[in-house]
């Protein structure tokens, strides 16, 4: 007689794969798989296998509520069965009686609440049994179950009996068949078998095994010890791995075997599934240097959270860029902590390290980036030259949109607080010039056709964001001689935020803005100053809130002929400002600045003050350009190079710079520019080459530009609602361009 | 070094992790913020405060940067600087970690911002294997890896191996 004589259950033995066997059944009863089962179950209703499948006798379909009848079949309702009988069931029958039928077998394996019930009986007092973990010969574990232990109350029993068990993970659960060499306590019935790095989870009573998952970073850790314990609170089972990770081991020697001088990498104490990786003081913060302490003889660790904010944050961006190579916690550090940064920038503020970065048109018409330690200073002169290095941006396939391996940059933007664009037509790139990381930006599909690119980075001081404005125009039509454009397009990219650019006017409401494309713009502190079209006003742009302000130009002095085109916009002081009579000689030697002093408290209130400064006798008459402004410690100064100087090059190009600390001018040689296509010819570079010429002092900044550009999957998913407004507006905004079209387009004759 | 000078309220007792004590003027010692703080909240000077993870050798260097700079009036920022570039000058990687780690613990900010500055200094332009072996740090890149992150910034190893 077994469990099924008892209740009744057909003698049919249950297979080995249940779904075949149990089709007969399902056919009469309707009721076997999964959910529908449960439902079965938990209602009260009659088991699943029964007497409907009629091998045994007649009757009894009335369930539990007809009560024992003598000769009749009596059946237990399932529910009877499972809360009454099988919780009381010791663990071992339960194994065997899985084979029952499927609902047992889910019910006993899958059932919470059943095993909670069984639990509940089971309790100290009742049954339990002896587990005992024996290590064997070969150094592994072997276990074994007693029922019952020769207590010393009967003394005389002698010997229990002792079950040897192989806890072997089934072939699903586990990669490969191991021994384990190590065990830990057994804790409300679970314990773990370890060896290494790998761990099992076991169930005593149910002689269940599943491997846990292991550290991949810990394959060549040793030592390893595990701890299972049981947060009664959080009711959860957790366990502790303790290891001890070598730095160093050759082949013969491993540095740990000599007990004195232990010295270990990392002590490294891992919560299972719950392994901190946070930033500076990540999963291997805690180094064991310290504890150990400074013996003599004895190797001297530093703490990693020491190296990392005390002497990685005072290298210069190029050793950072090295030493990511040292290790993948270092890389990660250098590369993807803020905070990181944040110590970095503080720790190299501006009267500290910092360099020199050019940008140079090359004969190609496109641009070249070159990089100086220092300039030839106006304090020692005698210095000559200073080395330049040449770089070459190229962004790596992962960082760029489309496949065009073959990069030319036709413009660049300012660099603004250590970073700067460069661009070609409808295209642009973001680049830090320390660690001369690049990146490419969305582009407007729309613009595929709009020429006379011009882009501008601006720093946002308010609200601490980059944003990069583009200018183009968008033809409207074209034929042979004249193309007409609809006007200026006018968009603007805030980094790390937008994911694609916005359209903040639209052609027509576009503002002031008839900007004059292709003459130089200056940028200042969150300001822009550009051309107006026509070449007569001034626009001033701020990218804290975007607006423009007209400004008119300072009054015409006294006995010139008003000419805006020889006049030069650059920045003088930190101020916006204006040198006029460029196109003329001279006179005296005289230059004569306007200066644009904007009033801070009062918007859209600005005044020019008149400067006139003495140049050397070297300077530049004619076409002067200006090159870049430098902050120096000791005072900005202005950077002028001129235009005849410029292209009659035989060696190194000049620059002056005025230094406002002494109030004049001197000559710098800043040094010879390669050119980088074999083709060139000094003659090619010519006038418009010179406002791409661009002298800038920079500051080590190390800020990942994955924090800034949205090429990345996960954050065009958070700005994905925020686009989705834009294409809203942009569809709107598109209808109104329609109706508007004939009134506001334009017409401007390019002459190729 | 001997602790059998009589404690006036102006000496203090440091006893390094290998057993030697230090006797120094309270002013040297309260460039320890770590120091201050236990007598602010009245740690009685008398007795021998126990620095357990600082060595003799290192502890003696640390209280002849303290003696310095408590010693040394403000307006002399130049003799200062003079001061602690011959202080840290030659000594060698494991000094200057345990200057940092004694810095650390005892907060002398001044002394830390130096010492780490000068690791730095010293590793600047030292190639990566070998930064490796200086902070113990274990390779943990295949080479594969470690090659594709070179190559990203093949600027900066110009030069290097």
């Keep these: 007689m077994d469990a099924k004589d008892i209740l009744g259950l057909p003698k049919t033995p249950l297979p080995l794969s249940p779904e075949k066997k149990s089709r007969p059944q399902k056919d009469?009863?309707?009721?076997?798989?999964?959910?529908?089962?449960?439902?079965?179950?938990?209602?009260?209703?009659?088991?699943?296998?029964?007497?409907?499948?009629?091998?045994?006798?007649?009757?009894?379909?009335?369930?539990?509520?007809?009560?024992?009848?003598?000769?009749?079949?009596?059946?237990?309702?399932?529910?009877?069965?499972?809360?009454?009988?099988?919780?009381?069931?010791?663990?071992?029958?339960?194994?065997?009686?899985?084979?029952?039928?499927?609902?047992?077998?889910?019910?006993?394996?899958?059932?919470?609440?059943f095993s909670k019930i069984h639990c509940a009986r089971h309790s100290p007092s009742r049954a339990g049994g002896f587990f005992i973990i024996y290590p064997d010969a070969d150094d592994s574990f072997c276990c074994f179950y007693a029922t019952t232990l020769p207590s010393c109350s009967c003394p005389g029993d002698g010997e229990s009996i002792l079950v040897p068990h192989q806890f072997t993970p089934t072939a699903s659960n586990s990669c490969s068949s191991s021994k384990c060499y190590g065990a830990t306590d057994v804790i409300k019935g679970l314990f773990i078998l370890y060896a290494g790095n790998r761990?099992?989870?076991?169930?005593?009573?149910?002689?269940?095994?599943?491997?846990?998952?292991?550290?991949?970073?810990?394959?060549?850790?040793?030592?390893?010890?595990?701890?299972?314990?049981?947060?009664?609170?959080?009711?959860?089972?957790?366990?502790?791995?303790?290891?001890?990770?070598?730095?160093?081991?050759?082949?013969?020697?491993?540095?740990?075997?000599t007990k004195d001088v232990i010295s270990f990498h990392d002590l490294i104490f891992v919560e299972e599934e719950k392994r901190k990786t946070s930033g500076l003081s990540g999963s291997r913060g805690s180094g064991s240097g310290g504890a150990k302490g400074p013996t003599v003889g004895a190797v001297v660790v530093l703490p990693y959270e020491l190296v990392v904010v005390e002497v990685l944050t005072r290298l210069p961006a190029k050793s950072l860029m090295r030493f990511k190579c040292v290790s993948n916690l270092w890389r990660s550090t250098i590369t993807q902590d803020p905070s990181f940064s944040k110590i970095h920038r503080a720790r190299h503020s501006p009267s500290r390290a910092g360099g020199f970065f050019i940008i140079y048109p090359d004969a190609d018409d496109s641009l070249r980036c070159f990089y100086a330690t220092t300039l030839p200073s106006s304090s020692c002169p005698g210095d000559g030259e200073?080395?330049?290095?040449?770089?070459?941006?190229?962004?790596?396939?992962?960082?760029?949109?489309?496949?065009?391996?073959?990069?030319?940059?036709?413009?660049?933007?300012?660099?603004?607080?250590?970073?700067?664009?460069?661009?070609?037509?409808?295209?642009?790139?973001?680049?830090?010039?320390?660690?001369?990381?690049?990146?490419?930006?969305?582009?407007?599909?729309?613009?595929?056709?709009?020429?006379?690119?011009?882009?501008?980075?601006?720093?946002?001081?308010?609200?601490?964001?980059?944003?990069?404005?583009?200018?183009?125009?968008?033809?409207?039509?074209?034929?042979?001689?004249?193309?007409?454009?609809?006007?200026?397009?006018?968009?603007?990219?805030?980094?790390?935020?937008?994911?694609?650019?916005?359209?903040?006017?639209?052609?027509?409401?576009?503002?002031?803005?008839?900007?004059?494309?292709?003459r130089t713009s200056v940028y200042i502190d969150g300001l822009l100053c550009c051309w107006h079209r026509?070449?007569?006003?001034?626009?001033?742009?701020?990218?804290?809130?975007?607006?423009?302000?007209?400004?008119?130009?300072?009054?015409?002095?006294?006995?010139?002929?008003?000419?805006?085109?020889?006049?030069?916009?650059?920045?003088?002081?930190?101020?916006?400002?204006?040198?006029?009579?460029?196109?003329?000689?001279?006179?005296?030697?005289?230059?004569?600045?306007?200066?644009?002093?904007?009033?801070?408290?009062?918007?859209?209130?600005?005044?020019?003050?008149?400067?006139?400064?003495?140049?050397?006798?070297?300077?530049?008459?004619?076409?002067?350009?200006?090159?870049?402004?430098?902050?120096?410690?000791?005072?900005?100064?202005?950077?002028?190079?001129?235009?005849?100087?410029?292209?009659n090059k035989k060696s190194a190009v000049p620059v002056y710079s005025f230094d406002h600390a002494k109030g004049k001018f001197?000559?710098?040689?800043?040094?010879?520019?390669?050119?980088?296509?074999?083709?060139?010819?000094?003659?090619?570079?010519?006038?418009?080459?010179?406002?791409?010429?661009?002298?800038?002092y920079y500051e080590e900044d190390i800020t990942p530009l994955s924090d800034l550009v949205s090429n990345d999957k996960d954050l065009s998913l958070s700005s994905a609602s925020c686009t989705k407004n834009n294409n809203k507006k942009k569809k709107k905004k598109k209808k109104k361009k329609k109706k508007k079209k004939k009134k506001s387009s334009r017409t401007t004759t390019l002459s190729d | 070094m001997a602790s059998s000078i009589e404690n006036n309220n102006e000496k203090l007792t440091l006893k390094s992790s290998d057993g030697e004590e230090f006797l120094v003027e309270k002013h040297v010692a309260l460039q320890s913020t770590l120091l201050q703080n236990m007598l602010d909240s009245d740690c009685s000077s008398a007795d021998v405060i126990p620095l357990p993870k600082i060595d003799a050798r290192t502890l003696a260097l640390v209280l002849g940067y303290c003696k310095k700079h408590a010693d040394a009036s403000s307006s002399k920022q130049g003799e200062l600087n003079s001061f602690d570039s011959e202080f840290l000058k030659d000594m060698d990687m494991g000094a200057l970690f345990n200057l940092v780690l004694a810095a650390n613990f005892m907060e002398i900010k001044g002394l830390l911002d130096i010492a780490a500055q000068k690791i730095a200094d010293t590793i600047k332009d030292k190639p990566h294997q070998e930064v490796r072996e200086i902070f113990h740090v274990e390779n943990d890149y295949t080479p594969e890896e470690e090659a594709a992150v070179r190559e990203e910034n093949r600027w900066a190893f110009e030069g290097f191996p």
Excluded at chain 1, 236 to 250: A, I, M
Excluded at chain 1, 570 to 579: P, S, T
């Design chain 1, 28 to 113: 009469s009863q309707r009721k076997p798989d999964g959910i529908s089962r449960e439902v079965y179950a938990l209602t009260g209703g009659l088991a699943p296998l029964m007497p409907a499948s009629g091998s045994r006798g007649s009757g009894g379909g009335g369930g539990g509520a007809e009560g024992p009848t003598v000769g009749a079949v009596v059946v237990l309702p399932y529910e009877l069965v499972v809360v009454e009988v099988l919780t009381r069931l010791p663990a071992k029958s339960l194994m065997r009686f899985k084979c029952v039928s499927n609902l047992w077998r889910s019910t006993i394996t899958q059932d919470p609440s």
């Design chain 1, 199 to 257: 761990s099992w989870l076991c169930n005593v009573s149910m002689r269940e095994i599943r491997e846990l998952p292991f550290s991949s970073d810990l394959e060549n850790a040793v030592a390893f010890i595990y701890c299972l314990g049981f947060a009664s609170t959080g009711k959860e089972y957790k366990l502790v791995k303790l290891c001890l990770l070598p730095f160093y081991s050759t082949k013969d020697v491993i540095s740990f075997h």
């Design chain 1, 386 to 518: 200073s080395v330049l290095v040449p770089h070459q941006f190229t962004p790596t396939a992962s960082n760029s949109c489309s496949s065009s391996s073959n990069n030319k940059y036709y413009g660049a933007t300012d660099v603004v607080k250590g970073l700067f664009c460069l661009y070609a037509g409808n295209r642009s790139w973001l680049c830090n010039v320390s660690t001369r990381e690049i990146r490419e930006l969305p582009f407007s599909s729309d613009l595929e056709n709009a020429v006379a690119f011009t882009y501008c980075l601006g720093f946002a001081s308010t609200s601490k964001e980059y944003k990069l404005v583009k200018m183009c125009l968008l033809p409207f039509y074209r034929t042979k001689d004249v193309i007409s454009f609809h006007g200026l397009i006018f968009e603007i990219l805030t980094m790390g935020k937008d994911a694609s650019w916005r359209r903040p006017w639209d052609i027509v409401e576009a503002p002031a803005v008839g900007l004059e494309l292709g």
């Design chain 1, 534 to 647: 026509g070449g007569y006003n001034l626009i001033v742009f701020n990218f804290q809130d975007e607006s423009f302000q007209k400004i008119h130009p300072p009054p015409k002095s006294s006995g010139s002929i008003y000419l805006e085109d020889g006049s030069l916009l650059l920045q003088f002081g930190g101020h916006f400002a204006l040198v006029r009579g460029l196109h003329r000689r001279l006179v005296n030697h005289e230059l004569e600045i306007w200066v644009l002093e904007l009033n801070k408290y009062e918007q859209g209130s600005y005044e020019w003050i008149n400067h006139i400064i003495e140049v050397p006798c070297d300077f530049p008459v004619r076409g002067c350009s200006f090159v870049g402004s430098l902050p120096l410690p000791i005072g900005d100064q202005m950077l002028l190079t001129g235009l005849v100087e410029f292209i």
């Design chain 1, 666 to 696: 001197e000559k710098l040689v800043i040094g010879n520019f390669p050119s980088w296509s074999p083709s060139s010819q000094v003659a090619s570079i010519c006038r418009k080459d010179i406002e791409k010429f661009r002298v800038y």
